[in-house]
């Protein structure tokens, strides 16, 4: 069978029989699948080194970094354990849908006031460490997703009492 237009590679899982049993029970097809995706990239250059590794990021999540995030050359906000003001200030407005920050330990009241300001849907599931004004500044949100057990008493009061939690 020949597919015109398409690379040979096409052809040849046109004639396999998707469904025969190979390794384990496991379709010979899906193992062969399995197998390609795995190998697509090992005749590929690595991708330039990006300023951004882990080890040079840090803990904080900066300015810089928060609009490598918007600019879409950071995919994720994990492993920030701390935010600055800046950046809370950039993600505050930014258009996205959700807004996932969910290993922050700590928020200061002028980051947390910052945040609140954010649109879409606010996750904190990480934070520990808030005072009652920040709670009072993220109690506000109507999208926020936060785990109270883990905040001081006061503070995990005054988000549950407004509905959070």
Known sequence: MNIEGLPPIVSILAEIDFNATGVFGVP???ILLIYILMNMNNNSPSPPSTKFTRD???DVLTEELANEFLAGNLLFLSNFKDINFAAAQ???HC???NLILNDLTVLDDASAEALS???GDLSLLGLKDISDTAAQHLAKRPNL???LGNL???AA???ADAGHG
């Open 117 to 119: 300001e954010y649109p």
């Open 28 to 30: 010979l097809g899906t």
């Open 152 to 154: 001081p008493a006061s």
């Open 157 to 159: 009061k005054i988000l």
């Open 145 to 147: 997703t936060i785990t």
């Open 90 to 92: 950039l993600l505050g």
């Open 95 to 97: 258009d996205k849908k």
């Open 56 to 58: 040079k990021m840090g």
